[in-house]
């Protein structure tokens, strides 16, 4: 019990001190707000405001007025809801990929480069390979012959494309830090290779590692939007992505009273993407203790 | 008499750079007792520098061996192995970029104390910490535990390294220039502390420098060896050294440095060079390496034949033609 | 009696940082005579190459001068007559361009970086010198080059081989060298150097020092230079200034200073660099660490590494005046200040 007791004062005591950090950084600050508001609306927004269910002739493509904030679909249904009932997969992916992807990068990229020789050779051959590979039509192709029918798979199969890259600039990082004075102080001290990257290396890369999930999230959100944008990704729920890809279907963009429909849903996916970046600029004095001036 | 600590036999290291061949460290022979002090001075480029990372284990030698304990360390397994790469460590010379400037002092102190075993708990680690760090004279050491790199000193951040490089209990410590990025005020103590550890705990130290007054100072007890092109072209006894230096290079070398003294060093008779132009390590010269610039070259046999590092008078080695023609 | 060169009055210069403002150069009061070398002693965060800095009009944006002034005064060859004042710290634009190069020029620390990788060595040459206004005529390029290769030479470099060779064909101190041959170009009366020999080896380091010597006999300019290196002083000043906190604590003749300094900091300092011919008993360690200059102690800023401190230095700040001919300190104890070396013993 007591440990628990420590563990939880010390995790509230850390989150304090970052938040802390956060706010000195006022684009960061905001970034960190935006990104929890929209992680918060997508993810409970549904249960208050669930998606209708019918549609409403009489208020088809109508632009923003105030019983509808942003309009209404070809449906006659509301933007704002569909909006918020929209975020949950595109949240869900920018995180599974994310976060999927940097992990297996990141292993991959300093054993790569902390252990060099043949390991190393053999990883970037297979890296250089992969990188070669069009990954936008492996997409489409793939999806013609798996069923996607969830987010889940989807990101996991994104994650298994973009890792090389990343792995990539993880390895570059590392090998410039693999020279550095105090890791060889460490490898004298006999710690071990997997103490040294784990505990000694990585945690110097820490914002690096940071801001590059970020950008991946982003990057990942871009080419869901673009695959179902296409088409290509026929899955069932309604998401951003596919609000913007109903609607240009529906003619939307030769008709100036609907383009709200295919508006909204594209000011939530910038502004997540804004959101998310913001926070990011701000994630270098979190990790540096360099830059804290005092917490 | 006992078998050294470490012995270097007929040690070389070659580089390629760029498709060339480098040869940084050419034909080392040295032997380093328990509890010595030696220092290695020479210029830049003189192998000083790989020929410590060479004895620390942190660069395999091209040819040659090098022997801890009397086993070579370049084929000893386990718990030997263990013992040397725990037995000799280094201490860098950039006080900036020798920590981890995530960790602070005393997690950069408790990680080796932990793997290793040598504490069990917070309390027993938190006690050797402490200890070290009384070593090394940062004291009050709660002063320092929670303290950052960059909230350090350079004076202080190399105390924090001699004491990382402390807690594994090494027999000897290689410290490449590791006072040459430290104010000018506070060298003498750093080096005071290194005496003492040879004194308090038998641990010898090998002091990298190019400053030939640095080394005196600090060498006063032990050896100075001085280092050319990659070769040892004299060793002895510092003070002989000194106040008896019979390589040329040697001589030219005490001749030209500057001294903290107007009326001394105004008054210091120079020892001109045959040429200014310091040969590439590319292209080294034939025979010895010094004849092109030696005040002394005698002709042919220094321009093919390169001199073998042999005793020599007041009980240095030296490696000059010229001086050995004397001896014989 | 020539007026000096070079007269820096209470120059004061200050950093704007993140934690605060960094009072890098306090009330800085010293003069070059014609022709005479002098030589600002002092370690990290003294603010030494803040001074140097600012005297040719070089700090960066961040820094202010908050204060004082810096006289250049210009001599007419061969004449004990002064010629024009100049302000320095007002100087503007072309203005500015002349006096740099052509009255005083400078060399600076990382020597081996301040040349542009792909141009030659001639074109350094070529290149300052039209910069600074020199260059305009058919007849004047002939001359500019006879002169810089009789400056290279000068520099104990091979000129024509230099002329023609880019940076990277050359060794550190050579490139040293060539910095110090393009410094003299214009023919300045006054040579700025700031740690001409730091990160050279031995035999280079001689190789500058005579260099230095030699040019001085030559062309007579006066220098000041700013280093770390007690025996760089030792051989080339005629005056020596220790720097400490942002300011002059002893400035005297040489061979005074060093054989009886005055200031518990000069003191030290001498007494701990070993020296070959000397017999290295009693050598010491100042204790302690140089101030914040964010948040500097009050009085004197050298009391709490002081053993002397009483509560005079504590309070008052400590003023730098004349204790004998030529020779200047700052502290309020110091006609026993070589007591310090009994606490200093390490």
Known sequence: ?295 | MSEPLIALEHVNRTFMVKGQTIKAVNDINLNISAGDILCLVGESGCGKTTTGKMIAGLLPTSSGRILYRGKDIATIKHSDRKEYRLGVQMVHQDPYASLNPIQTVYQTLAAPLQHHSFTRGEAETKRRVRELLEIVDLTPPDDFLEKYPHQLSGGQRQRVSVARALTVHPKFIVADEAVSMVDVSIRISLLKMFTRLKDEMGVGVLLITHDLALAKYFAWGGRIGVMYLGRLVEIGSAREVVNHPQHPYTEVLLSAIPEADPDATRAKKRIELRSSDMPSLLQLPTGCTFHPRCPAFMGEVCEKVVPPLEKADWGSDVACHLVQSHES | MPEPVLSVRDLSIAYQARRGQVQAVRNISFDVERGESVALIGESGSGKTTVGLGLMHLLPTTAKVFGGSVIYRHHVNGSDSTGREIEVLSLKGSNLRQFRWHECAMVFQSALNALNPVLRISEHFIDTAKAHGYLSGYQQTAELQERSLKLLSMVRLDPERVWRSFPHELSGGMRQRVLIALALLLEPQLLILDEPTTALDILTQRNIIDVLKELRQKLGFAMLFISHDLALAAELADRVATVYAGEIIEIGNVRTVFRHPYHPYTIGLIKAVPTLTGDNANLVSVPGSPPDLIQLPTGCKFHPRCPLADDRCRREETKLTEVEAGHKVACWHWTHAREVLKTYQV
């Open chain 1, 1 to 295: 019990m007591h440990i628990f007791y420590n563990f939880v004062t010390g995790f509230w005591q850390e989150s304090v001190k970052t938040l802390k950090i956060l706010s000195r950084n006022k684009m960061g600050l905001f970034g960190f707000i935006m990104t929890t508001l929209i992680i918060l609306i997508s993810f409970g927004g549904p249960l208050l405001w669930p998606p209708e269910t019918s549609a409403n002739v009489a208020e088809i493509n109508k632009a923003s007025s105030a019983q509808h904030w942003l309009g209404t679909d070809f449906q006659g249904q509301d933007n704002l809801r569909k909006v918020i009932n929209g975020g949950k997969d595109i949240v869900i992916i920018a995180l599974l990929t994310g976060v999927l992807s940097m992990l297996i990068a990141v292993v991959v990229g300093s054993v790569s480069a902390f252990v060099g020789g043949r390991v190393d050779s053999i990883l970037m051959e297979f890296v250089n390979i992969w990188l070669t590979i069009p990954k936008f039509p492996l997409l489409a192709v793939l999806a013609t012959v798996l069923a996607l029918k969830d987010v889940v798979t989807l990101s996991v199969l994104m994650a298994i494309l973009d890792w090389p890259a990343l792995a990539r600039q993880v390895r570059s990082q590392v090998l410039s830090l693999k020279s550095r004075e105090y890791i060889e102080a460490a490898q004298m001290l006999d710690l071990g290779t997997p103490q040294i990257i784990f505990r000694e290396l990585l945690p110097n890369m820490m914002s690096f590692i940071a801001i590059s999930t970020i950008f991946e999230m982003t990057h990942a959100i871009y080419q869901q939007t673009g695959l179902v944008f296409l088409g290509i990704v026929p899955y069932s729920s309604s998401n951003w992505g596919v609000m913007i890809s109903a609607a240009e279907r529906r003619g939307v963009l030769f008709n100036p009273q609907a383009a709200w429909s295919i508006l909204a849903p594209m000011a939530a996916i910038v502004l997540f993407q804004l959101a998310l970046v913001s926070f990011a600029r701000s994630l270098d004095e979190v990790f540096n203790p360099r830059l804290r001036t005092s917490v």
